[in-house]
């Protein structure tokens, strides 16, 4: 059986702590799903096609990468793809603590399992929020973001 991981977020933007996270998981699944996660209660930044175009951008050459968006629980949006697992990524303690509850509700309700990996140090600081502020601010953010310029 493939084994099939979510990726869920706002990836508003997509940055390349993300993408090392992505990285890792590829040695440990077929097929990861980047799932944008649309809450339609939430202001983004970037628009929903604007994200979805970028990181699609970023994965061209990937087959067993796709970008797929989602309303509602990750655990059921996972199900119903056939996602046996779902990926996060951790930057500290305060990513670990907030991660930590959600998978066990995640794994008692749904039965599936959060695998987490550790962002690699060069970007443990990168956050979609100081991008966000950067941007906002006519700030380049090539360093933190691939393919940046898709992001108009
Ligand atoms: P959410 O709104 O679900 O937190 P984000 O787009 O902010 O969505 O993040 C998606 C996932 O990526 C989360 O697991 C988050 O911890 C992880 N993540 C965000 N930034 C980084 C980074 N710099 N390095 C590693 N993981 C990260």
């Known amino acids: 059986m493939k084994k099939i991981a979510v990726f869920p977020g706002s990836f508003d933007p997509y ?14 699944f077929d097929e990861i799903v980047i799932g944008i996660g649309d809450n339609l209660t ?4 970037f628009d929903l096609d604007t994200r979805i175009k ?6 061209e050459n990937y087959d067993r990468v796709s970008v797929v968006v989602f309303q509602g629980l990750t655990v059921d949006f996972c199900k119903s793809i056939g996602a046996q697992y779902m990926i996060r990524g951790l930057r500290d303690t305060k990513d670990f603590e907030y991660e930590r509850n959600i998978a066990q509700m995640n794994l008692k309700i749904s039965g599936i399992e959060s695998v987490f990996f550790m962002t ?15 941007h ?5 953010i090539d360093l933190f973001v691939t393919n940046a310029e898709k992001l108009v």
């Open 15 to 28: 940055t390349k702590g993300h993408e090392s996270i992505v990285e890792k998981a590829l040695g440990l």
């Open 42 to 45: 939430k202001n983004y930044m």
């Open 54 to 59: 970028h990181i699609q951008s970023i994965y």
């Open 120 to 134: 690699v140090e060069e970007y443990a600081s990168v956050s979609s929020t100081i991008i966000r502020e950067i």
């Open 136 to 140: 906002k601010n006519g700030g380049n």
